[in-house]
């Protein structure tokens, strides 16, 4: 399997290099050279399997060549057998044919879990082989931060450094990423907005001279092996409800379209999937150009969703090399006028091809926590605001009854209880057991001003299990 880059000036690599690549040379992102697809039969004969299994066939094709199958199949069971659930990604009914996939049954409470645990299992096989040692810095809205340190605090050649928006993030959120200690973790809190962070990861890829020679890897959804763990879940969730002999339409609470990004690719490789719901908050980018053909950069605001307050979508470009026939010169002058003029259209059919699977919905606080009261009020379940988003934008945008409507789970609604109590929901949300002393550990962090310079000095300062690099 080969991988090229959105922007087509980016030598093609094989797996192994794009796990550790992140973003391509020349700014954009990779994309498989050819998708691998699977006809119905083959889809249908994995009906039954554990996940563990379900995601080696899924994903091998995409691994092929660089990891060889009985390792993979290793570092799969290790990944998944560390859920708190059986099914490690359980399907709950909410009403008739509409349901919610659970996808906050790893460490972190959070989906976020389903591809850092995995991504750093392989970070840790392949810098074992190569006999690297790689620096990352990532950004986070509120649960990568945490999926990634607990994915990759046990790796032996990986210092990670986190960035997330100061006072921005839930409590649970922060501390999750703040109580976890080790001489290879660096928790950032940035005096600005998750956009910001997002901006200094991009600009650090961009000019790597502050790290002395080591190596800088992503683990933002920018990285492919993210993606490509994300669309295992797709395949389960139909297999549950009658796939592939039926097709299935999904809900997708989104905010840097990585998450329902492996949805499309599911379909693609062969999955029924009839419907795409781009479900997101106030900070709408996504929804105004599915509605209305407007990518445009607007302010940014705080939401009881914050996961989802995010501006720019960085996996968006993804979605754009595809509909204009995978023309890297094409997206390099579209990013190129988005970052000048902040905001761009697409010519009119190619808006239309996007529209033939995706709609979207754009839902205020207030909406969201009407949602979680309704839910909580017809099946006693309680949902996070990511969730409940997700819900609503199902509800009001379905296509047909007939179809399967699944929602994606992203994280436990303990997680977010100022939205919860917003909401009215009497229930009292328990800590799981791993978690129940959280809000009593010892936290360390660091606060940092809005400045480039500022932040890559500490990586520089810290890096390397705390000796400088």
């Avoid at 490789?269 to 719901?277: A, E, F, K, N, T």
């Avoid at 939401?303 to 307050?309: A, E, G, K, R």
Wanted: one cysteine or more; a negative charge; aromatic letters at 8%.
């Amino acid at each position: 399997m080969r991988y090229i880059s959105t922007r087509g000036q980016a030598p093609a690599l094989n797996f192994e290099d794009v796990l550790l690549a992140g973003l391509a040379t020349d700014g954009g992102l990779y994309v498989p050279e050819n998708l691998p697809r699977f006809t119905q039969e083959e889809i249908a004969s994995w009906a039954g399997l554990p996940y563990h299994e379900l995601a080696f066939r899924v994903m091998r094709p995409f691994v092929e060549g660089s990891i060889a199958d009985a390792d993979f199949k290793k570092i799969l069971e290790e990944t998944y057998g560390e859920f708190a659930h059986a099914a490690v990604a359980p399907l709950r009914q909410l009403n008739s044919n509409e349901w919610v996939l659970e996808l906050f049954h790893g460490p972190t409470l959070a989906f976020k879990d389903f591809a850092l645990q995995l991504l750093g299992r392989l970070l840790d096989h392949v810098l074992a082989k190569r006999n690297e040692r790689v620096v990352i810095i990532g950004a986070t809205s509120g649960d990568t931060g945490s999926a990634a340190i607990e994915g990759c605090r046990r790796c032996d050649n990986v210092d990670i450094f986190i960035l997330h928006p100061h006072q921005r993030v839930s409590e649970v959120q922060r501390r999750q990423m703040t109580t976890l200690f080790g001489e290879n973790i660096h928790n950032i809190a940035i005096e600005g907005n998750f956009d910001d962070c997002q901006e200094m990861v991009k600009a650090s890829f961009a000019d790597q001279s502050f790290l002395k020679g080591t190596r800088l890897v992503a683990v933002n959804s920018i990285n492919w092996a993210r993606i490509m763990a994300q669309i295992v879940y797709y395949f389960h969730a139909a297999l549950q409800l009658g796939g592939p002999a039926r097709s299935v339409a999904f809900s997708v609470p989104t905010g840097n379209f990585g998450d329902i990004f492996a949805g499309y690719l599911a379909r693609n490789m062969g999955l029924p999937i009839s419907q795409l719901v781009v479900a997101t908050n106030r900070n709408d980018i996504l929804h105004r150009f599915m509605s209305g053909n407007q990518y445009v950069k607007e302010q940014l605001h705080a939401t009881l969703s914050p996961s989802m307050d995010i501006m720019v979508s960085s996996n968006f470009e993804r979605l754009l090399f595809d509909l204009h026939g995978r023309n890297g010169a094409s997206i390099a002058e579209l990013m190129a006028n988005f970052r000048q003029g902040g905001g761009f259209t697409v010519e009119q059919d190619r808006w239309t091809e996007a529209r033939k699977l995706f709609d979207s919905l754009a839902v205020t606080d207030e909406q969201t926590c009407q949602t979680i009261a309704e839910v909580f009020e017809t099946t006693g379940e309680v949902l996070d605001p990511h969730t409940a988003i997700g819900v609503k934008a199902g509800r009001e945008c379905r296509r047909s009854l007939d179809t399967p409507m699944v929602v994606l789970g992203t994280a436990h609604p303990v997680k977010f209880p100022e939205a919860v109590e917003q909401a009215g929901v009497g229930k009292a949300l328990e800590l799981p057991v791993h978690m129940s002393d959280l809000f009593s550990r010892e936290e360390r962090c660091t606060v940092l001003p809005n400045d480039l310079k500022a932040v890559q000095g500490f990586v520089s300062q810290h890096g390397n299990r705390g000796k400088p690099l």
